[in-house]
């Protein structure tokens, strides 16, 4: 049986993030350099206690289109097309029903693109930033 003396919180919070780094990332060849960058997080678990307390707030907003539709700003949807925790259709989608939205799917990219090709996230990011100087 588990026990905090035994395993330390924050160990099994890397472990998770560690083991679900697959998932999170598309390109192989960017997988050691996210590795490497977890091995650096400063991991805890403060997080776990009211979660398991169920006094941890929902991180899900109601109705979110409308609360960014409400803000009157311009958005970006940027999304890794093979992300595999949160498909890039529903950022497509999203984007059509905000009046002020862009989407910009990165092709070879995951749930991490801006791991997976940060040349293209970033490029994303500029011509969004820039889209108004134009």
Same mark, same amino acid.
């Given at each position: &049986? +588990?026990?905090?003396?035994?395993?330390?919180?924050?160990?099994?919070?890397?472990? %998770? /993030?560690?083991?679900? /780094?697959?998932?999170?990332?598309?390109? %192989?060849?960017?997988?050691?350099? +996210?590795?490497?960058? !977890?091995?650096?997080?400063?991991?805890? %678990?403060?997080?776990?206690?009211? +979660?398991?307390?169920?006094? &941890? @707030?929902?991180?899900? !907003?109601? *109705? =979110? !289109?409308?609360?960014?539709?409400? /803000?009157?700003? @311009?958005?970006? #949807?940027?999304?890794?097309?093979?992300?595999?925790?949160? =498909?890039?259709?529903?950022?497509?989608?999203?984007?059509?029903? #905000? @009046?002020?939205?862009?989407?910009?799917? #990165?092709? *070879? %990219?995951?749930? &991490?693109?801006?791991i997976d090709d940060p040349a293209a996230w970033l490029a994303a990011v500029r011509g969004f930033l820039t889209a108004d100087e134009a």
């Open positions: &049986m +588990y026990t905090e003396q035994a395993v330390p919180l924050r160990t099994l919070t890397r472990a %998770a /993030a560690t083991a679900g /780094a697959r998932a999170n990332v598309w390109r %192989a060849e960017s997988l050691p350099g +996210y590795l490497r960058r !977890l091995s650096e997080v400063r991991f805890t %678990a403060e997080w776990l206690r009211p +979660y398991r307390a169920g006094v &941890m @707030p929902s991180p899900w !907003l109601e *109705d =979110p !289109l409308a609360r960014l539709s409400a /803000a009157g700003r @311009p958005v970006l #949807l940027l999304h890794g097309e093979k992300d595999m925790t949160f =498909p890039a259709f529903l950022a497509v989608q999203a984007a059509a029903g #905000l @009046p002020q939205a862009t989407a910009v799917v #990165l092709p *070879d %990219a995951g749930h &991490m693109a801006h």
